[in-house]
C-alpha cells in the first residue's frame, strides 16, 4: 500500500488548508487512516484518526478546528483544517492500518502557519 500526502503549504494564522491523502489501493480494505505530525525535536502527535466504520477521534488540541474524511470511492482521506494556529506548523503524515493490523505511512506534507 502507498500513500501520497498532499496539501500542504504556508498559511496565515487564521487561515485554512485541507490535506489529502491518496491511497493506491482500495480503502474499504484499510480499517483505520489516520493523520500524525511531527515538530523537529519532539514527538509524532496523532492529529486525528477515522476508522471503516466512520468513527473518528482528534487530538484535543485540534478538536473542533479539523475534520478527518474519508471518500472510499476515490480510495482518499482528507484532513480539513480550520483556524488555524501557528502551533499547528509542523510535517503532517498519513497512515494506514489494514484488518491484519500493518501499518502503513506515507511521506510528509509540510504546514506552516505564519502568524
Known amino acids: 500500500v502507498q500513500l501520497q500526502a498532499s496539501g500542504g503549504g504556508l498559511v496565515q494564522a487564521g487561515g485554512s488548508l485541507r490535506l489529502s491523502c491518496a491511497v493506491s489501493r482500495s480503502i474499504f480494505s484499510i480499517n483505520i487512516m489516520g493523520w500524525t505530525r511531527q515538530v523537529p525535536g519532539k514527538q509524532r502527535e496523532l492529529v486525528a484518526r477515522?476508522?471503516?466504520?466512520?468513527?473518528?477521534n482528534y487530538a484535543d488540541s485540534v478538536k473542533d478546528r479539523f475534520t478527518i474524511s474519508r471518500d472510499n470511492a476515490k480510495n482518499t482521506v482528507y484532513l480539513q483544517m480550520l483556524r488555524l494556529k501557528p502551533e499547528d506548523t509542523a510535517v503532517y503524515y498519513c497512515?494506514?492500518?489494514?484488518?491484519?493490523?500493518?501499518?502503513?505511512w506515507g511521506q510528509g506534507t509540510q504546514v506552516t502557519v505564519s502568524s
Open positions: 477515522i476508522t471503516s466504520s466512520g468513527d473518528t
Open positions: 497512515g494506514a492500518e489494514d484488518f491484519n493490523q500493518k501499518n502503513y
